[in-house]
Protein backbone atom coordinates (compact mmCIF):
# COMPACT_ATOMS: atom_id res chain seq x y z
CA UNK A 1 0.00 0.00 0.00
CA UNK A 2 1.42 3.49 -0.52
CA UNK A 3 -0.20 6.53 0.40
CA UNK A 4 0.62 10.31 -0.57
CA UNK A 5 -0.44 13.89 0.84
CA UNK A 6 -2.63 12.09 3.86
CA UNK A 7 -2.43 12.76 8.03
CA UNK A 8 -3.82 11.37 10.62
CA UNK A 9 -4.80 12.89 14.21
CA UNK A 10 -6.60 9.88 16.03
CA UNK A 11 -5.43 8.19 19.17
CA UNK A 12 -2.65 4.67 18.79
CA UNK A 13 -3.62 1.54 21.40
CA UNK A 14 -1.54 -1.73 20.94
CA UNK A 15 1.09 -4.15 22.23
CA UNK A 16 3.41 -3.79 19.42
CA UNK A 17 4.34 -2.13 15.81
CA UNK A 18 2.29 0.95 16.84
CA UNK A 19 2.23 3.85 14.47
CA UNK A 20 1.00 6.97 13.64
CA UNK A 21 0.56 6.38 9.98
CA UNK A 22 1.10 2.64 9.74
CA UNK A 23 2.82 0.82 12.39
CA UNK A 24 5.10 -1.70 10.28
CA UNK A 25 6.57 -0.68 7.12
CA UNK A 26 6.83 -3.41 4.20
CA UNK A 27 7.23 -2.21 1.27
CA UNK A 28 5.14 0.82 1.03
CA UNK A 29 5.80 4.06 0.37
CA UNK A 30 4.78 6.95 2.03
CA UNK A 31 4.78 10.63 0.43
CA UNK A 32 3.78 13.49 2.29
CA UNK A 33 1.94 11.32 4.97
CA UNK A 34 2.20 13.32 8.79
CA UNK A 35 0.39 12.07 12.15
CA UNK A 36 0.14 14.70 15.17
CA UNK A 37 2.44 12.61 17.95
CA UNK A 38 0.11 14.94 20.59
CA UNK A 39 -3.23 13.18 19.95
CA UNK A 40 -2.42 10.06 19.36
CA UNK A 41 0.19 9.62 21.33
CA UNK A 42 3.11 7.82 19.39
CA UNK A 43 6.26 10.36 19.18
CA UNK A 44 8.26 8.35 16.78
CA UNK A 45 7.93 5.01 15.11
CA UNK A 46 10.43 2.18 15.80
CA UNK A 47 10.74 1.73 11.85
CA UNK A 48 10.67 5.41 10.58
CA UNK A 49 12.11 4.64 6.92
CA UNK A 50 8.67 5.45 4.69
CA UNK A 51 6.84 5.28 7.85
CA UNK A 52 4.96 9.22 8.05
CA UNK A 53 6.35 12.07 10.49
CA UNK A 54 4.82 13.02 13.17
CA UNK A 55 4.36 16.66 13.97
CA UNK A 56 2.86 18.17 16.80
CA UNK A 57 -0.22 19.89 17.48
CA UNK A 58 0.13 23.00 16.65
CA UNK A 59 2.34 21.92 13.43
CA UNK A 60 -0.60 20.32 12.22
CA UNK A 61 -2.98 23.04 12.60
CA UNK A 62 -0.73 25.71 10.40
CA UNK A 63 -1.25 25.39 6.71
CA UNK A 64 2.54 26.09 6.23
CA UNK A 65 3.26 22.52 7.25
CA UNK A 66 1.61 21.25 3.92
CA UNK A 67 2.74 24.12 1.94
CA UNK A 68 6.03 25.72 2.36
CA UNK A 69 8.89 23.90 1.50
CA UNK A 70 10.91 26.07 3.69
CA UNK A 71 9.03 25.77 6.60
CA UNK A 72 8.71 21.95 6.55
CA UNK A 73 11.93 20.25 6.11
CA UNK A 74 9.93 16.96 5.77
CA UNK A 75 7.55 18.09 2.81
CA UNK A 76 7.85 17.34 -0.93
CA UNK A 77 6.78 19.03 -3.96
CA UNK A 78 4.25 18.74 -4.77
CA UNK A 79 3.17 20.02 -2.19
CA UNK A 80 -0.61 19.57 -0.60
CA UNK A 81 -3.21 21.66 -2.93
CA UNK A 82 -4.95 23.76 -1.43
CA UNK A 83 -7.89 26.44 -2.25
CA UNK A 84 -5.79 29.40 -3.73
CA UNK A 85 -1.79 29.14 -3.78
CA UNK A 86 -0.43 29.70 -0.65
CA UNK A 87 3.62 29.35 -0.47
CA UNK A 88 4.52 26.70 -2.51
CA UNK A 89 1.14 25.40 -3.44
CA UNK A 90 1.05 25.70 -7.55
CA UNK A 91 -1.70 23.61 -7.98
CA UNK A 92 -5.22 25.00 -9.09
CA UNK A 93 -7.47 21.44 -8.50
CA UNK A 94 -8.29 22.89 -4.76
CA UNK A 95 -8.03 20.00 -2.65
CA UNK A 96 -8.03 20.79 0.18
CA UNK A 97 -8.43 24.20 2.99
CA UNK A 98 -7.90 25.13 6.57
CA UNK A 99 -9.56 27.14 9.29
CA UNK A 100 -10.05 27.89 13.07
CA UNK A 101 -13.67 26.54 13.43
CA UNK A 102 -14.15 23.59 10.87
CA UNK A 103 -12.67 20.07 11.64
CA UNK A 104 -10.84 21.22 14.88
CA UNK A 105 -8.70 23.20 12.88
CA UNK A 106 -7.28 20.46 10.52
CA UNK A 107 -7.34 20.69 7.01
CA UNK A 108 -10.15 18.97 5.08
CA UNK A 109 -12.07 18.59 2.11
CA UNK A 110 -13.45 21.60 0.35
CA UNK A 111 -13.71 24.09 -2.13
CA UNK A 112 -15.10 27.67 -3.29
CA UNK A 113 -18.52 26.34 -2.92
CA UNK A 114 -18.43 24.38 -0.17
CA UNK A 115 -16.11 26.22 2.37
CA UNK A 116 -17.93 28.19 5.14
CA UNK A 117 -15.28 30.66 5.82
CA UNK A 118 -15.20 33.58 3.15
CA UNK A 119 -12.80 34.02 0.90
CA UNK A 120 -11.39 31.01 1.24
CA UNK A 121 -9.80 31.33 5.14
CA UNK A 122 -8.89 34.77 4.58
CA UNK A 123 -11.11 36.78 6.49
CA UNK A 124 -9.11 40.21 6.49
CA UNK A 125 -8.47 40.17 3.08
CA UNK A 126 -5.16 40.24 3.00
CA UNK A 127 -3.70 37.41 0.48
CA UNK A 128 -2.74 34.82 3.57
CA UNK A 129 -4.74 32.77 5.28
CA UNK A 130 -5.83 33.60 8.45
CA UNK A 131 -4.84 30.36 9.81
CA UNK A 132 -1.61 31.02 9.45
CA UNK A 133 -1.26 34.57 11.12
CA UNK A 134 -0.37 34.61 15.00
CA UNK A 135 -1.42 38.12 14.55
CA UNK A 136 -5.51 37.21 13.13
CA UNK A 137 -8.02 35.70 15.05
CA UNK A 138 -11.30 35.21 13.19
CA UNK A 139 -14.75 33.36 13.97
CA UNK A 140 -18.42 33.24 13.49
CA UNK A 141 -20.01 36.07 15.95
CA UNK A 142 -22.60 34.39 18.15
CA UNK A 143 -24.31 37.37 18.32
CA UNK A 144 -25.27 37.92 14.27
CA UNK A 145 -23.95 34.20 13.18
CA UNK A 146 -21.55 36.51 10.65
CA UNK A 147 -18.16 35.94 10.46
CA UNK A 148 -15.59 38.54 12.20
CA UNK A 149 -12.06 38.76 12.27
CA UNK A 150 -9.42 40.78 14.96
CA UNK A 151 -6.34 41.83 13.64
CA UNK A 152 -3.29 43.07 14.93
CA UNK A 153 0.30 45.00 14.57
CA UNK A 154 2.99 42.24 14.72
CA UNK A 155 4.41 44.00 17.51
CA UNK A 156 1.13 42.17 19.71
CA UNK A 157 -0.11 38.81 19.25
CA UNK A 158 -4.32 38.25 19.96
CA UNK A 159 -4.54 35.68 23.02
CA UNK A 160 -8.20 35.62 22.60
CA UNK A 161 -11.37 37.27 21.21
CA UNK A 162 -15.18 36.39 21.46
CA UNK A 163 -18.02 38.63 20.99
CA UNK A 164 -20.47 39.42 23.74
CA UNK A 165 -24.09 40.48 23.09
CA UNK A 166 -24.08 44.32 24.47
CA UNK A 167 -27.42 43.31 26.35
CA UNK A 168 -25.28 40.84 28.72
CA UNK A 169 -23.67 43.75 29.67
CA UNK A 170 -24.35 45.00 33.45
CA UNK A 171 -24.40 48.86 32.15
CA UNK A 172 -26.47 49.74 29.17
CA UNK A 173 -24.56 52.71 26.35
CA UNK A 174 -28.13 54.81 26.53
CA UNK A 175 -29.11 56.26 22.97
CA UNK A 176 -25.89 53.53 21.50
CA UNK A 177 -26.67 50.32 20.37
CA UNK A 178 -24.37 47.79 18.98
CA UNK A 179 -25.53 45.45 16.20
CA UNK A 180 -22.94 43.39 16.10
CA UNK A 181 -22.09 42.92 19.87
CA UNK A 182 -19.06 43.99 21.55
CA UNK A 183 -15.59 42.37 20.71
CA UNK A 184 -13.45 41.28 23.64
CA UNK A 185 -10.12 40.57 23.44
CA UNK A 186 -6.97 40.53 24.88
CA UNK A 187 -3.30 41.46 23.25
CA UNK A 188 -0.40 40.00 24.47
CA UNK A 189 2.66 42.36 23.30
CA UNK A 190 6.50 42.20 22.96
CA UNK A 191 7.30 45.13 24.93
CA UNK A 192 5.22 47.04 27.73
CA UNK A 193 3.72 50.31 27.09
CA UNK A 194 3.51 49.14 23.09
CA UNK A 195 1.36 50.92 21.15
CA UNK A 196 -0.64 48.39 19.01
CA UNK A 197 -2.93 49.01 15.62
CA UNK A 198 -6.82 47.53 15.98
CA UNK A 199 -8.36 46.29 13.44
CA UNK A 200 -11.48 44.82 13.32
CA UNK A 201 -13.87 43.38 10.24
CA UNK A 202 -17.14 42.94 10.71
CA UNK A 203 -18.73 40.44 7.69
CA UNK A 204 -22.45 41.42 6.46
CA UNK A 205 -22.51 44.70 8.67
CA UNK A 206 -23.64 48.18 6.73
CA UNK A 207 -21.08 50.79 7.70
CA UNK A 208 -23.52 53.64 7.93
CA UNK A 209 -24.55 54.90 10.88
CA UNK A 210 -21.86 53.45 13.18
CA UNK A 211 -19.46 55.12 15.38
CA UNK A 212 -16.71 53.39 17.30
CA UNK A 213 -16.95 52.89 20.93
CA UNK A 214 -15.62 51.03 23.26
CA UNK A 215 -16.84 49.36 27.08
CA UNK A 216 -14.84 49.96 30.11
CA UNK A 217 -15.87 46.61 33.00
CA UNK A 218 -14.07 48.00 35.71
CA UNK A 219 -16.10 51.68 35.75
CA UNK A 220 -19.16 50.37 33.97
CA UNK A 221 -18.15 53.45 31.34
CA UNK A 222 -18.54 53.49 27.64
CA UNK A 223 -16.77 56.35 25.48
CA UNK A 224 -16.02 57.07 21.64
CA UNK A 225 -12.67 55.42 20.79
CA UNK A 226 -10.64 58.52 19.95
CA UNK A 227 -9.19 58.76 15.87
CA UNK A 228 -10.72 55.55 15.02
CA UNK A 229 -11.57 54.82 11.33
CA UNK A 230 -14.69 53.27 10.00
CA UNK A 231 -14.61 52.13 6.51
CA UNK A 232 -16.40 49.49 4.23
CA UNK A 233 -15.67 47.01 2.18
CA UNK A 234 -16.44 44.25 -0.22
CA UNK A 235 -14.67 40.92 0.24
CA UNK A 236 -15.68 37.66 -1.42
CA UNK A 237 -19.21 39.59 -2.26
CA UNK A 238 -19.47 40.34 1.45
CA UNK A 239 -20.35 43.62 2.86
CA UNK A 240 -17.68 44.34 5.44
CA UNK A 241 -17.16 47.08 7.81
CA UNK A 242 -13.56 47.49 9.04
CA UNK A 243 -12.89 50.00 12.01
CA UNK A 244 -8.87 50.43 12.32
CA UNK A 245 -7.53 52.62 15.72
CA UNK A 246 -5.07 52.18 18.18
CA UNK A 247 -4.48 51.69 21.64
CA UNK A 248 -1.68 51.65 24.09
CA UNK A 249 -1.00 49.24 26.57
CA UNK A 250 -1.45 50.90 29.83
CA UNK A 251 -2.90 53.95 28.08
CA UNK A 252 -7.06 55.31 28.25
CA UNK A 253 -8.25 52.70 26.21
CA UNK A 254 -6.30 49.67 28.16
CA UNK A 255 -8.74 48.65 30.64
CA UNK A 256 -6.61 47.20 33.26
CA UNK A 257 -4.73 50.67 32.96
CA UNK A 258 -1.64 49.06 34.05
CA UNK A 259 1.94 49.42 31.64
CA UNK A 260 2.27 45.13 31.81
CA UNK A 261 2.75 44.44 27.99
CA UNK A 262 -1.30 43.13 27.99
CA UNK A 263 -3.80 44.75 26.40
CA UNK A 264 -7.42 44.33 27.23
CA UNK A 265 -10.19 45.86 25.41
CA UNK A 266 -13.89 45.25 24.59
CA UNK A 267 -15.08 47.30 21.84
CA UNK A 268 -17.37 47.40 18.67
CA UNK A 269 -19.54 49.62 16.31
CA UNK A 270 -22.50 51.12 17.83
CA UNK A 271 -25.03 52.83 16.18
CA UNK A 272 -27.53 55.30 17.94
CA UNK A 273 -31.16 54.52 18.46
CA UNK A 274 -33.62 57.47 17.72
CA UNK A 275 -36.52 55.80 19.22
CA UNK A 276 -34.88 55.20 22.70
CA UNK A 277 -34.20 59.11 23.25
CA UNK A 278 -37.26 60.28 21.40
CA UNK A 279 -34.83 62.56 19.60
CA UNK A 280 -34.26 63.81 16.18
CA UNK A 281 -30.82 64.49 14.59
CA UNK A 282 -29.28 68.19 14.24
CA UNK A 283 -27.85 67.81 10.77
CA UNK A 284 -25.60 71.46 12.22
CA UNK A 285 -23.33 69.51 14.89
CA UNK A 286 -24.52 65.85 15.13
CA UNK A 287 -25.98 66.37 18.24
CA UNK A 288 -30.20 65.94 19.44
CA UNK A 289 -32.52 67.72 20.55
CA UNK A 290 -35.18 66.15 23.00
CA UNK A 291 -38.64 66.72 20.88
CA UNK A 292 -40.72 66.73 24.16
CA UNK A 293 -38.76 69.38 26.05
CA UNK A 294 -39.03 71.27 22.55
CA UNK A 295 -42.90 71.00 22.17
CA UNK A 296 -42.73 72.24 25.99
CA UNK A 297 -40.67 74.77 24.67
CA UNK A 298 -42.61 75.89 21.76
CA UNK A 299 -45.92 75.33 23.90
CA UNK A 300 -44.62 77.99 26.38
CA UNK A 301 -43.67 80.42 23.86
CA UNK A 302 -47.00 80.25 22.21
CA UNK A 303 -48.69 80.57 25.68
CA UNK A 304 -47.16 84.14 25.99
CA UNK A 305 -47.21 85.43 22.24
CA UNK A 306 -50.97 84.92 23.14
CA UNK A 307 -51.31 86.69 26.91
CA UNK A 308 -48.71 89.32 25.56
CA UNK A 309 -51.47 90.05 21.90
CA UNK A 310 -54.73 89.51 24.33
CA UNK A 311 -53.14 92.55 27.05
CA UNK A 312 -52.26 94.76 23.66
CA UNK A 313 -55.36 94.59 22.30
CA UNK A 314 -57.35 94.86 25.61
CA UNK A 315 -54.81 97.91 26.84
CA UNK A 316 -55.61 99.64 23.04
CA UNK A 317 -59.32 99.10 23.56
CA UNK A 318 -59.13 100.79 26.60
CA UNK A 319 -57.76 104.15 25.10
Not at 143 to 149: D, L
Not at 255 to 273: C, H
Request: charged share 15%.
Amino acid sequence: MDASHAYATGNVSGGENLGGIAGYNYDSNFTDTFWDTQTSDISSVADSSGSGIGKTTAEMKDIRTFTDLSYNADLTSPVFDFIGTPNNDSSSTDIWTIDSINNNGYPYFGNSQTSSIPNHGDTNGDGIQDSSQSNVISYVNPVTNKHVALEVSSNCTPDYSTMENSSNIQSSDGKYKYPAGLMNFTLDCSQAGDTATITQYFYDLSSTGLVARKYNSTTNTYSTIPGATITQLTIDGHIVTKITYQITDGGPLDQDSTINGIIVDPSGPATVSLSATGATPNTGYGHFIDTNNFTIIASSVLAALLVGGAYALNKRENK
